[in-house]
């Protein structure tokens, strides 16, 4: 997951396990490169349980410092070919100007390649038209226990009394977790 500046993000399930019982063991795996991602929603709200996918999504070609554009092409939000300079701390996707509809759920924000190859919102956030949003990675990631498909917006604030929470920020190594 990512912290973002400047807006309210929701968490959005990356991967499900298969099930595992009682002192058993399951291996998480995903890719390094952070994606920027973008869709739509139309008539459903983004909130705790809704379901996304990205109808878009474009790789972050560095680490840091990388600025990703959004521009809405018809009703859909697309990335735009040219790639800005970032600001130095961590990555971000600029939005141009666009007629702004609250009905219509366009959202941006980042994801994850899963082991099958399908790029995956992590978090996502209300598109707004002319913004900056800062995307600072967070090495942080959360267990759910329950059946929730990848794309679920999850609502950790609430649900964290049955989650796991996995916090790499001081760790040497980000690869593993006992």
């Known amino acids: 997951m990512g912290a973002v500046v400047g807006s309210t993000p929701f968490s959005v399930v990356l991967l499900e396990s298969p099930k595992v019982a009682n002192n058993g063991v399951a291996t998480f795996q995903m ?7 973008c869709g739509t929603s139309p008539g459903v709200p983004l909130a705790d349980g809704g379901n996304v996918r990205a109808t878009e999504a474009k790789a972050f070609d560095k680490m ?15 990335f735009e070919n040219n790639v800005g300079a970032g600001s130095g701390v961590g990555n971000q996707i600029q939005t141009t100007t666009f007629p702004f509809d609250p009905n219509f759920n366009a959202f941006c924000g980042v994801g994850r390649q899963t082991p099958d190859s399908l790029i995956t919102p992590t978090a996502i956030w209300l598109m707004r038209p002319s913004m900056m949003y800062q995307v600072v990675q ?6 759910f226990p329950g ?3 990848p794309g679920t917006i999850v609502d950790f604030s609430t649900a964290t009394a049955v989650s796991a929470k996995i916090d790499f920020t001081n760790s040497s190594t980000k690869t593993s977790a006992r």
């Open 31 to 37: 890719k390094g490169t952070l994606w920027g991602v």
């Open 64 to 78: 840091q410092g990388e600025t990703l554009i959004i521009d809405m092409q018809g009703d859909q939000p697309a």
């Open 138 to 143: 967070q090495p942080i990631f959360y267990l």
């Open 147 to 149: 059946n929730i498909v």
